[in-house]
Nanobody, 116 residues
Framework: QVQLVESGGGLVQAGGSLRLSCAAS????????MAWFRQAPGKEREFVAR????????YYADSVKGRFTMSRDNAKNTVYLQMNSLKPEDAAVYYC?????????WGQGTQVTVSS
């Protein structure tokens, strides 16, 4: 049974930083690309960042490029999202995603609130 558990969300002032973590279990973690998505109230879920299985490549949404950094530790089955220079528009529930052939797995999400 695949499980993705996010942590690290919270309340931060605009301009501040947070580091999200996502611990995975039930899959061969090092074989799969991982991603972060987010969903703000009243909006659709949107892509934030993706990291390749090896950790050698990352891809970011334009809205977070240069401010967010995604990384992974395959020995710990964990991915991270370092978020710097946070803006009020970054406030959302952040979800971890594992894309395996034919299926997407999601975590329960972690809330990020940014005060202006």
């Amino acid at each position: 049974q695949v499980q993705l558990v996010e942590s690290g969300g919270g309340l931060v002032q605009a301009g501040g930083s947070l580091r999200l973590s996502c611990a995975a279990s039930g899959l061969t973690f090092s074989r799969y690309d991982m991603a972060w998505f987010r969903q703000a109230p009243g909006k659709e879920r949107e892509f934030v960042a993706r990291i390749w299985w090896s950790g050698g490549s990352t891809y970011y949404a334009d809205s977070v490029k240069g401010r967010f950094t995604m990384s992974r530790d395959n020995a710990k089955n964990t991915v991270y999202l370092q978020m710097n220079s946070l803006k009020p528009e970054d406030a959302a529930v952040y979800y971890c995603n594992a894309r395996v052939p034919g299926y997407d797995y999601w975590g329960q999400g972690t809330q990020v609130t940014v005060s202006s």
